[in-house]
């Protein structure tokens, strides 16, 4: 997600600081980006000239204090990790100019409760992009319980800045797209792990008969299934709605480590630098019906 903030901004003439504690992972979202403008190039969308402008305009480092000592916005999108995105707000309010209004990504945690960790509660907001940013028209504007106003009208015009479509919601568990979005990819995961059909057959029941773009299962994978986990945890506990528990199969997925199109594995099997997919072993109908 990171890669594809820094890339929008970019994009749209903004000057990008992208920071993270790995010169590798930097290196990596540096070349991520690289080639996801080079494909808008190819299609025509952007010129060669835009391209090399919006790599320009960004500078990475691996020093968060140097990284956010002059910025005006800043947009945290760390792990969907409770503690760990504290922990950066904490350190973003003692680094950050006094006037810096800090933006979190999170996908489902409370902006309230990371608002709190500062000195600054008025100046903290949540401004969830979809994946892929560069695509996905969403923002989802998150107001904390003290979220000033003029703070929000700030994040309402630059997301029409950056050609998205901002849309306002309250602060409660899961926002509004994961707390409708979750339980429905969880309900899929139950309906793989209890039987009743196999990861085909749900995706296409979806994509078919629903007009989803991508099956439940597939988007589960492209999120991660982590997140998935985390942001189910985020829902059961702030409602303490056993509705929102996650399914047994995601958990013990999560836990030897298939996570998706991150790991290379989960509900389908992804062959790193193509778009090859195919259903993982471990859901073949064979597996299933064994």
């Given at each position: 997600?990171?890669?594809?903030i ?7 003439g ?15 979202a540096?070349?991520?980006?690289n080639?996801?403008?080079?494909r808008?190039?190819?299609k ?6 835009d391209?090399s402008?919006?790599?320009l305009?960004?500078?990475s480092y ?5 990284g956010?000592?002059?910025m005006d916005?800043?947009?945290?999108a760390?792990?969907?990790?409770i503690?760990?995105k504290?922990?950066i707000f ?8 006094a ?14 409760k ?6 600054r ?7 969830h992009?979809?994946n892929?940013v ?6 989802e504007?998150?107001?904390g ?13 630059l997301?029409r ?14 926002f ?8 429905m990819?969880n ?6 792990y209890e ?5 085909e057959?749900?995706?296409t029941?979806?994509?078919l ?6 099956g439940?299962?597939?988007l589960a994978?492209f ?5 998935c986990?985390s942001?189910?945890?985020v829902l ?9 528990a996650?399914c047994?199969?995601l958990?013990n997925m999560v ?5 998706g ?8 099997e992804?062959t790193?630098g193509t778009?090859?997919i195919k259903i ?5 109908k ?5």
């Open positions: 997600m990171g890669n594809g820094a890339h929008t901004f970019a994009q749209f903004h000057f990008v600081n992208l920071i993270d504690i790995d010169r590798a992972a930097l290196d990596k540096l070349g991520t980006i080639k996801n403008l080079q808008q190039v190819d025509e969308t952007i010129t060669a000239d391209k402008n919006a790599l305009r960004i500078m691996t020093d968060l204090e140097a956010v000592a002059d916005f800043v947009i945290e760390a792990t969907e990790n503690e760990l504290l922990d904490k350190k973003l309010d003692a680094f950050a100019p006037k810096a209004i800090l933006a979190t990504n999170t996908s489902s945690i409370s902006i309230t990371i608002a709190a960790v500062t000195s509660p008025a100046q903290v907001i949540g401004m992009f979809m892929p560069p695509l996905m028209k969403l923002v504007v998150i107001r319980y003290g979220t000033s106003d003029e703070t929000t009208a700030f994040v309402f015009d997301s800045q950056l050609n998205k479509t901002p849309v306002e919601v309250d602060d409660y568990p899961g509004i797209s994961n707390r409708i979005l979750m339980p990819i309900e899929a995961i139950y309906s793989l039987g009743v059909a196999g990861v057959e749900i995706d029941v979806m994509k008969g629903m007009a989803h773009p991508m439940p299962l597939q994978d999120i991660g299934l982590d997140t986990l942001i189910l945890r059961q506990d702030g409602f303490g709605n056993p509705k929102y996650p047994p199969l958990v836990t030897a480590g298939k996570k199109v991150k790991s290379g594995e989960g509900f389908y992804y790193a778009k090859d993982s072993k471990k859901f073949s064979a597996d299933l019906l064994s």
